[in-house]
T-cell receptor
């Protein structure tokens, strides 16, 4: 069964550093998403991406965040200067005709 | 505004019993979809079941069924014959209208007792 792949599964970074979270969506899907889940809290929408541009973003997705589809297969989330409160599980998802598929997440810890 | 409400932060159930996890939703759109996801302690989101707003029959997937009551705007998940491996966090979620993002409820932590 096709799946959404996220790397790395865990990342520890120092406050102020840039991080890039990577995702490989399902190949025939056209819509891509990033969600965030702070430990013990609910999953929150960050951004959706369609046709090589952002289609919607939440108020969480400020200037520190950016997304890119650099090569037609990868979909990345960049956090420019990480803060302690960016520590969370980050989920990538893609959507096609058969519905939504989530990746297994990247657990980001900012120290 | 769209909203998902899960009022049970935690539940304990005896193994082999059936369990119902509550979910109510709010949307002004006529077309929407409802999901349930399971999140074990390892953190991944596992899709369980989906119900479309125009589906006349309640969705079922193995031991999971979705009790969809449109007039009451509820979409409760029923797990029959619970197993120890069902212990996890369960999220109800919705996709609504022309928006393509999913919004999630706050979750219910289900613990199965042997």
């Amino acid at each position: 069964e096709p799946e959404v792949t996220q790397t790395p599964s865990h990342q520890v970074t120092q406050m102020g550093q840039e991080v890039i979270l990577r995702c490989v969506p399902i190949s025939n899907h056209l819509y891509f998403y990033w969600y965030r889940q702070i430990l013990g809290q609910k999953v929150e929408f960050l951004v959706s991406f369609y046709n090589n541009e952002i289609s919607e973003k939440s108020e969480i997705f400020d200037d520190q965040f950016s997304v890119e589809r650099p090569d037609g297969s990868n979909f990345t989330l960049k956090i420019r200067s990480t803060k302690l409160e960016d520590s969370a599980m980050y989920f990538c998802a893609s959507r096609g005709q058969n519905g939504y598929t989530f990746g297994s997440g990247t657990r980001l810890t900012v120290v | 505004a769209q909203k998902i409400t899960q009022t049970q932060p935690g539940m304990f159930v005896q193994e082999k019993e059936a369990v119902t996890l509550d979910c109510t939703y709010d949307t002004s759109d006529q077309s929407y979809g409802l999901f349930w996801y399971k999140q074990p302690s390892s953190g991944e989101m596992i899709f369980l079941i989906y119900q479309g707003s125009y589906d006349e029959q309640n969705a079922t997937e193995g031991r999971y069924s979705l009790n969809f009551q449109k007039a009451r705007k509820s979409a409760n998940l029923v797990i029959s014959a619970s197993q120890l491996g069902d212990s996890a966090m369960y999220f109800c979620a919705m996709i609504s209208g022309s928006a393509s993002k999913i919004i999630f409820g706050s979750g219910t932590r289900l613990s199965i007792r042997p």
